[in-house]
């Protein structure tokens, strides 16, 4: 048998589309630590002056407002780490959905039967982006603003029509 009858090797496909999507962060660390700070500062000194008022109460509850801020700010960061990966090739699309916990899911799609299904409101634009294949329906871009999504729709709808109209051969 000859290397030219290997039907086992998968040559290399080139890789006709790739994005990895990830949420959006509020503020950097360095952000977080200098708003929190801040936060903290005027918070103890307003609640400095109700306590000399008789209001003494009050004290406590801006120690609470700012653990619910940070609190909010770390449930933030921490659902940052998420992560959707997209790629396609002439022969698969593949969606890999990483969440903020580890969870790992993966779908894999043949783009010559995948749809891209837009869900657009008149005043926001687009609001859902579906890939459609097989009765199954995957959403993806959940973390992209309305205008990103509609800019990530047409590269991805791009791809998918590159990926339909195959290879193109040289002669």
């Known amino acids: ?9 998968n040559p290399a496909q080139p890789t006709l589309f790739s994005a990895l ?3 959006h962060l509020s503020l950097s660390h360095n952000g977080f630590w200098l708003l929190m700070g801040s ?16 209001a003494w ?11 619910l801020i940070y609190w ?3 449930v933030n ?6 992560v959707e990966e997209i790629s396609m090739t002439p022969s698969e699309l593949r969606v890999r959905r990483v969440s903020h916990r580890g969870h790992v899911v993966e779908w894999v799609l ?25 009765g199954r329906r995957v959403s993806i871009a959940s973390f992209l603003g309305a205008e990103e999504k509609a800019n990530f729709a047409k590269a ?16």
């Open 1 to 9: 048998m000859t290397l030219g009858n290997d039907f086992s090797s």
């Open 21 to 23: 999507l990830t949420p």
């Open 39 to 54: 936060l903290s500062v005027v918070s103890f000194a307003i609640s400095v002056v109700f306590w000399m008022l008789g």
């Open 156 to 171: 991805l709808s791009a791809a998918l029509e590159a990926a339909r109209r195959g290879p193109a051969y040289q002669s």
């Open 110 to 134: 043949n783009p010559l039967w995948v749809r891209l299904e837009q869900i657009v409101h008149a005043e926001f634009g687009v609001e859902r982006l579906y890939l459609v294949s097989s």
């Open 77 to 82: 960061f921490a659902r940052a780490k998420a």
């Open 72 to 74: 909010a700010f770390r």
């Open 57 to 67: 109460p009050v004290f406590g509850f801006f120690g609470l407002d700012i653990l």
